[in-house]
C-alpha cells in the first residue's frame, strides 16, 4: 500500500517540511514543537486553497439539487408505477435534462471530501512511518522526500498538548494521549456535523426543506451518520492526522458561512438575512431597496422588449366608456373587495419607480452642485 502511495506521500512530507522551515525562518523555534503541528495546519490550508474551485462547484451544485426538488418531485409522480423500458428511459432523459438546467449532478457535492481522501491516507501513513524512518528500518527508503531521519525524530516528539504527533488512542497506553484524542474526536464530530447542516439548514428554501423527498432523508441520514463515523474510526487516527480532519472542517465551516452570508440561496433564510442587510445599507445611501430595484428593471426590460404596458391614469381623468361602471359603483365595488387605491390612482410599482427616479435626480443634482463648488474654489485659487 506505501508503494501505491508513496508519490503522496512525498507530497506530504514535502509541504510539511517546507512549511516547516518558513515557520522556523519567522521566528518559530526549530526541532520538536509546536512549529510541526502548524505545518499539518498550513497542510491543510494549502489543500484546501488547491480545490476551492470544487468547493465553489459544490455550493452550486447543492444548491441547484435543493431548487430543483420540485421539478424532480413532480417528474417522480409523472413516471410513478411505470416500469416499461421505454418510460424509464424517458424518465432517464427527462431527468438529466433537469440536473442540465439547474447546472447541477447528484455527485459534485462529494467531490471535495473525495479529493481529500487521499491526501488524508497519505497523511496517515507519513505519520504512521516516522519511527521507522527515524531509526533508519524504513523499507526500500531512508527518507520521505526531504523527510530525513532526523526530522522524522523531531515530528515523532512534537505534541499537541502533550500527545506526540504519531500517536493514537490504540497504540498508546498514555493517558494524556487518550484524552487529547477523545477531545479532538469530540471536536472533529461536532465540526463535522455543523458543517454538513449548514446547507441544509441555512441555506435551502422552506419548500424544500419542508418536503418529504428522498434527497432531503438522504442529508438527514448523512448529517447524523458521518459524525458518528467518525467518532468510531477516529480512535484508529494519530493526533497529526485528527488535527488535519479538524482544521479541514473549520476551514470549511468558514467557507460556507462566507458563501451563505454573501450568496444565499432563493427562498432560504439566509435569503431573507440578506436581503434585509441590503436594505438597511441601501436605505442609509438613499436608495431603493432590492426588490423596488428589481419591479423597475422588470418594467424597463418589460418595456424594451416590445411589450406595452398599461400606463396608469389618474381618476378625475378617466374617460367613461360605455357599459362602464360610475365612478360610486367602481368605489363601491373597490370597498367591497377590500381593496385601496393609491393616491391619485398610481400602482404601487408606479410610486416605487417615480420615488426611485426623484432620488436618482437629487442625487445628480447635489453631484452637479458639488462639481460646481469646486470649480468656483479652483477659479478662486487662480
Known amino acids: 500500500m506505501d508503494t501505491i502511495v508513496w508519490p503522496l506521500k512525498v507530497a506530504v512530507a514535502w509541504v510539511m517540511v517546507y512549511i516547516h522551515k518558513f515557520l522556523v525562518l519567522i521566528g518559530f523555534p526549530g526541532g520538536p514543537g509546536v512549529a510541526w503541528v502548524?505545518?499539518?495546519?498550513?497542510?491543510?490550508?494549502?489543500?484546501r486553497i488547491l480545490i476551492f474551485p470544487l468547493f465553489v462547484k459544490q455550493i452550486r451544485a447543492s444548491r441547484g439539487m435543493q431548487l430543483m426538488q420540485p421539478?424532480?418531485?413532480?417528474?417522480?409522480?409523472?413516471?410513478?408505477?411505470?416500469k416499461d423500458p421505454a418510460s424509464q428511459q424517458r424518465q432517464q432523459e427527462e431527468m438529466m435534462a433537469l440536473y442540465r438546467k439547474h447546472g447541477t449532478n447528484p455527485f459534485s457535492s462529494c467531490f471535495p471530501i473525495l479529493l481529500q481522501m487521499p491526501i488524508f491516507f497519505a497523511l496517515f501513513r507519513v505519520l504512521a512511518s516516522l519511527e521507522a524512518v527515524a531509526t533508519g528500518s524504513y523499507a526500500n527508503h531512508d527518507s520521505i522526500g526531504p523527510l530525513t531521519a532526523e526530522l522524522a525524530e523531531d515530528v515523532q516528539n512534537s505534541t499537541v498538548f502533550g500527545a506526540n504527533l504519531s500517536a493514537s488512542f490504540m497504540n498508546s497506553d498514555s493517558l494524556q494521549v487518550k484524552v487529547v484524542t477523545v477531545v479532538l474526536i469530540v471536536l472533529m464530530s461536532v465540526s463535522q456535523w455543523y458543517t454538513m447542516a449548514q446547507l441544509s439548514m441555512k441555506n435551502m428554501p422552506e419548500s424544500v426543506k419542508n418536503s418529504d423527498n428522498p434527497m432531503i432523508r438522504s442529508q438527514r441520514i448523512m448529517i447524523t451518520?458521518?459524525?458518528?463515523?467518525?467518532?468510531?474510526?477516529?480512535?484508529?487516527f494519530q493526533i497529526g492526522v485528527l488535527v488535519y480532519w479538524l482544521t479541514t472542517n473549520l476551514w470549511t465551516m468558514g467557507q460556507q458561512f462566507f458563501t451563505i452570508r454573501n450568496m444565499p440561496a432563493p427562498g432560504s433564510d439566509a435569503e431573507k438575512k440578506y436581503r434585509a442587510r441590503v436594505n438597511a445599507k441601501r436605505a442609509r445611501k438613499g436608495l431603493p431597496s432590492l426588490e423596488e430595484e428589481e419591479r423597475a428593471t422588470k418594467e424597463t426590460e418589460g418595456g424594451s422588449s416590445g411589450g406595452q404596458r398599461n400606463q396608469p391614469v389618474r381618476k378625475d381623468r378617466q374617460k367613461k366608456v360605455a357599459g362602464a361602471p360610475s365612478s360610486e359603483e367602481s368605489a363601491d365595488t373597490t370597498a367591497r373587495s377590500g381593496e385601496s387605491a393609491a393616491p391619485g390612482g398610481l400602482t404601487p410599482e408606479e410610486i416605487a419607480r417615480r420615488r426611485y427616479e426623484r432620488r436618482a435626480r437629487e442625487r445628480k443634482q447635489a453631484a452637479a452642485k458639488r462639481k460646481a463648488q469646486n470649480r468656483t474654489k479652483q477659479n478662486r485659487k487662480k
Open 38 to 47: 502548524l505545518s499539518i495546519v498550513g497542510l491543510t490550508i494549502f489543500i
Open 225 to 236: 451518520v458521518m459524525p458518528i463515523f467518525f467518532a468510531f474510526t477516529g480512535v484508529q
Open 71 to 82: 421539478e424532480l418531485q413532480a417528474l417522480q409522480a409523472k413516471y410513478k408505477g411505470k
